[in-house]
C-alpha cells in the first residue's frame, strides 16, 4: 500500500519502527502534491526545501535516539489563518497578500513543539468567510471526488489536502461549520472543539467568540492524535481554559457502553436530500447494532440559528477587520492614486453641488483607509463587513445585535435540555453532497444556508465533528454529524471510531489517491 | 423593512470601505434580502431572556502583572506599508 494511503497513526508506527523516514513520507506527499494540486489547489504555498530539510533533521535526531515530539516526522498542512513567523500568512486575501507575521500562533508553535512537518498553507474563503472555498482571493480549490464541485468552506483546501492525500493532518477553523462541512462534503474526519479547548492566540480573527481550531484527517484516530497536540491552556488567550488535556489518541480506541444518540427532529425537515437521510439513518442503525439507544429531541430554536449566526459573525468581524487600515499592516493603496481618488470624488460633489460632502472628504486618512479596504477586500467581506456595521449602528443595535445575542442564549439552552437527555446529538452535517463551483456563487443567502446544521454548534460553543456515513449520487461523499456537551471531544472521537470500526466509508478514497 | 441606496453608502462610510455605484446597487440588494431574512428573529419573544455574548460564561481572567518582552520594534514595523523606523506614517491629516 502507498504510503500516501496510510492513516497518519499507521505512519507514525511506521516512523516509530524504523520501517520509513520521515523524508519518504515527505516526498511521497509532496509528490502527490506536485502531481495533483495543479487540478485540485489545495495549496496557497508549498515550501518543498524547508519540508524536507526539516525531515531530515527529524530524521537524524531519531537516528541519534534523542527525544522526539509527538508526531516526529508527520507532515501537517495548515490553513491560511494561523500566523506562522516570517512566513506569508494571507488568510486567502489580497489585503494581506504580503504579510509575513512577527510570530507564531499558540499551535504552531505546538505542532513545531510536537516536531510535525509543516508542509504548506492551505487554501480558504477569504478571512474564513464561505462555505465553497470559492471566496479565496487566490484560487478555487476543487473537491478530490469531483474536481468540478466544491471541498466545502471555508476550510476547503484543508479538507481537500486530506481527501486527496497529500497530508496526513491538516488544521484548520470552524466559525460556523468551516471544519466540518468541507470534512463531511470530501469525505473525511474533522473536529471543532468546544470553544476555549483550543488557544486562537495567533489565529487571524474573524468571529471571536464563534472561531475555534481543530483538526481534520482521514480517520477518528488520528483527528485524536492531532487534537492532542492543539489542545490545551494559553495564557497568551484569556478564552482557552485551563483543564487537563485528555490523552485522545488512547481514549479514541475505547468503545462507548450505553451510548444514548438523540436524533433531532427538525433535521429532517424539507430541504435535506433523500440520499442524505438515508445514508444518516443507515449510520444510526450501525449504532443501535453497537449497543446504542437512540431517542427523537428537538431542537425548537435550531431554525433560527442561521439568522442568529449571520447577525453575530458579520458584527464580530466588522469590528475584527477595522484593523485593516492600511496603517500597521496589509495592503495599502498607492498614495497617487488615492490623492487622485480623493480629487475626483471633491470635483464629483461639488459637480452636483454637495459642498458640505465635498468639505468631508478632505480627511486624507480616512480616504487612505477607505481606498485601501476597498482594494484589499474581496466581496464576500466587504458584504459581512457592511452587515455588521450596519447591525451595530446606531438604532438597530437592540433590533439586530442584542436580539441576536438572546436567541443564542435560546439555542444553548435548548442543547443544554438535549443533554440532560442524550450523550450526543447525531445529524447530518449538511442538506446535500458537494455542490458545484460557481452554483451559489452570485447568491450569497443560499450560500449561508449551507450552514444549516453546524452554526448552532458554534453558537452554543459546544464540540461537533463530522466523518463519512456513506456516499450518494455520482460518489460523493456524505457526512455524519455528532454534537456533545462541551468538553466532550473525548465522547466525539469514541463514538467516530466506533463507527470506524464497524464500518470502512472512511477508507474509500479519492480516485487520485495511489492504491 | 428594506433598505435604502443612501443607507447602505452611509454604512460604506461607518465601515471604512468605499463601493462603487455598481457595488452599491448590488450592495443595497443583497444586504435587503439578508436583513429580511434575518428579521424573522423577531418573531420570538425574548423580552425574559439575558442575552449571551459569549460561548463560556467567564469573567475576569487576570494574568500577573510581571515585565515579559515583547515585540522588538523592528518586527512590529516590519509588515507596515511606511514606516520611518520609528513610527508608522500616514497620509498628512492637516491641511496645508
Known sequence: MSLARQSATELLALLNAGQTTSVALTETFLDQIKQHDPQVKAFLRVDQQAALARAADIDQRRRAGKPLGRLAGLPVAIKDLLCTKGEITTCGSKMLEHFAPPYDATVIAKLKAADAVLIGKTNMDEFAMGGSTENSAYQKTANPWDLERTPGGSSGGAAAAIAAAMAPLSVGSDTGGSIRQPAGLCGITGLKPTYGRVSRYGLVAFASSLDQIGPLAQTAEDTALLLEVLAGHDPLDSTSIDRPVPKYSETVKQPLKGLRLGLVREHFGPGLEAEVEQAVRSAVDVYRSLGATVKDISLPHGKYGVATYYIIAPCEASSNLARYDGVHYGHRTDEKKLESAIAQRRATLQAAGRHAESEAVDNPLVWMYRQSRAEGFGPEVKRRIMLGTYALSAGYYDAYYLKALKVRRLIRNDYDAAFAEVDLIVGPVTTATAFKLGEKVNDPLSMYLVDLYTVSANLAGVGGIAFPCGFGAGGLPIGLQLQAPPFEEERLLRAAHMFQQATDWHQRRAPMVPA | ?96
Not at chain 2, 73 to 83: F, I, K, T, V, Y
Open chain 2, 1 to 96: 423593512m428594506s433598505l435604502t441606496r443612501q443607507e447602505v453608502e452611509k454604512v460604506s462610510l461607518l465601515g471604512r470601505l468605499l463601493l462603487t455605484s455598481e457595488e452599491l446597487d448590488l450592495m443595497t440588494t443583497q444586504m435587503g434580502q439578508i436583513v429580511a431574512y434575518v428579521e424573522s428573529l423577531a418573531e420570538l419573544d425574548t423580552s425574559d431572556v439575558e442575552p449571551m455574548a459569549h460561548a463560556l460564561e467567564i469573567s475576569n481572567v487576570f494574568a500577573e502583572d510581571q515585565l515579559r518582552p515583547s515585540l522588538d520594534r523592528a518586527d512590529a514595523l516590519a509588515n507596515a506599508p511606511r514606516h520611518d523606523r520609528e513610527f508608522f506614517l500616514v497620509p498628512a491629516v492637516l491641511g496645508d
